[in-house]
T-cell receptor, first 115, second 114 residues
Framework: DGGITQSPKYLFRKEGQNVTLSCEQN?????MYWYRQDPGQGLRLIYY???????QKGDIAEGYSVSREKKESFPLTVTSAQKNPTAFYLC??????????????FGAGSRLTVL | AQSVTQPDIHITVSEGASLELRCNYS??????LFWYVQSPGQGLQLLLK??????LVQGIKGFEAEFKRSQSSFNLRKPSVHWSDAAEYFC????????????FGKGTRLHILP
């Protein structure tokens, strides 16, 4: 079945450490997104990419980095510069450039806790 | 700037009762509108979407929503809720001309009484 796989599901990190969250999709979608979810805050866009080797900052990109070397993969690195990294992180994808654009398919999420 | 408001943080209804979740948006033109549902610890699943045409849209799991331009609203409804509907519901708006900007509301958590 096609879908988005995020790993790990749960991750614990000590302060000052970088951590990378994996996101892989087999939907053949061109666009991929990373959102951060905090209780009562909805979803906030961190980074997005509409094509391989290109990505754009979202609303809260500071302290995060991404890469898009393959269409299927869009890993997110939470760096030590991110002041409040404890959150639930959601990866999503969509097609680009047609009436199906803007319809997001989400992964199951990764919960990061900084100790 | 676009914005989405879900005025109710929590809503509690009895199983079998009807449900309406409110969503108001701020946007200059006709937006794309969505409702997503999220079970605890999971990702979001699309319930329904409105792009154009008939203002009453049907979705999965027996949900429907009505786009009212005059009220800038896109409320979600279900005539009879089931215990499995307990979840968090997010309204979202997208710019018709930009793929990247999808703005989410802060969500409404639905509790079901047996």
């Amino acid at each position: 079945d096609g879908g988005i796989t995020q790993s790990p599901k749960y991750l614990f990190r000590k302060e000052g450490q970088n951590v990378t969250l994996s996101c892989e999709q087999n939907l053949n979608h061109d666009a991929m997104y990373w959102y951060r979810q905090d209780p009562g805050q909805g979803l906030r866009l961190i980074y997005y990419s509409q094509i391989v080797n290109d990505f754009q900052k979202g609303d809260i990109a500071e302290g995060y980095s991404v890469s898009r070397e393959k269409k299927e993969s869009f890993p997110l690195t939470v760096t030590s510069a991110q002041k409040n990294p404890t959150a639930f992180y959601l990866c999503a994808s969509s097609i680009v450039g047609s009436s199906g654009a803007n319809v997001l398919t989400f992964g199951a999420g990764s919960r990061l806790t900084v100790l | 700037a676009q914005s989405v408001t879900q005025p109710d943080i929590h809503i509690t209804v009895s199983e079998g009762a009807s449900l309406e979740l409110r969503c108001n948006y701020s946007y200059g033109a006709t937006p794309y509108l969505f409702w997503y549902v999220q079970s605890p610890g999971q990702g979001l699943q699309l319930l329904l979407k409105y792009f154009s045409g008939d203002t009453l849209v049907q979705g999965i799991k027996g949900f429907e929503a009505e786009f009212k331009r005059s009220q800038s609203s896109f409320n979600l409804r279900k005539p009879s809720v089931h215990w499995s509907d307990a979840a968090e519901y997010f309204c979202a708006v997208a710019d018709m001309n930009r793929d990247d900007k999808i703005i989410f509301g802060k969500g409404t958590r639905l509790h079901i009484l047996p």
